[in-house]
Nanobody, 123 residues
Framework: VQLQASGGGLVQAGGSLKLSCTFS????????IGWFRQAPGKEREGVSA???????HYVDSVKGRFTISIDNAKNTVYLQMNNLKPEDTAVYYC??????????????????WGQGTLVTVSS
């Protein structure tokens, strides 16, 4: 079971980035898959998640700006991030298992983590 995130970078405020999370060893039907982020000096927080039934979930701070999607043929989950703000600057992690509940209750019970990818939004 493995997840690998990519696609981070430096972007100006108002710009866009698309993160990718390639996963192996399981399917979405086995575990929900989601995105979390951790800004410098802050705790890791949830961003968005796909339930095992394909439902999409977002935290309030990214609703209307971020879109989560999946390409099952490529075993890849995407996070399209538009209208980025400096406060979106963080290391972004993809994860699986327990991710939907983690958006509300915190990432403590998330079962599987990938490595992070850094997103920096300049003002």
């Amino acid at each position: 079971v493995q997840l690998q995130a990519s696609g981070g970078g430096l972007v100006q405020a108002g710009g866009s980035l698309k993160l990718s999370c390639t996963f192996s060893g399981f399917t979405l039907r086995d575990y929900g898959i989601g995105w979390f982020r951790q800004a410098p000096g802050k705790e890791r927080e949830g961003v968005s998640a796909l339930s095992s039934d394909g439902s999409k979930h977002y935290v309030d701070s990214v609703k209307g700006r971020f879109t989560i999607s999946i390409d099952n043929a490529k075993n890849t989950v995407y996070l399209q991030m538009n209208n980025l703000k400096p406060e979106d600057t963080a290391v972004y992690y993809c994860a699986a298992d327990g991710v939907v509940g983690a958006l509300t209750h915190g990432p403590w019970a998330v079962g599987i983590w990938g490595q992070g990818t850094l997103v920096t939004v300049s003002s």
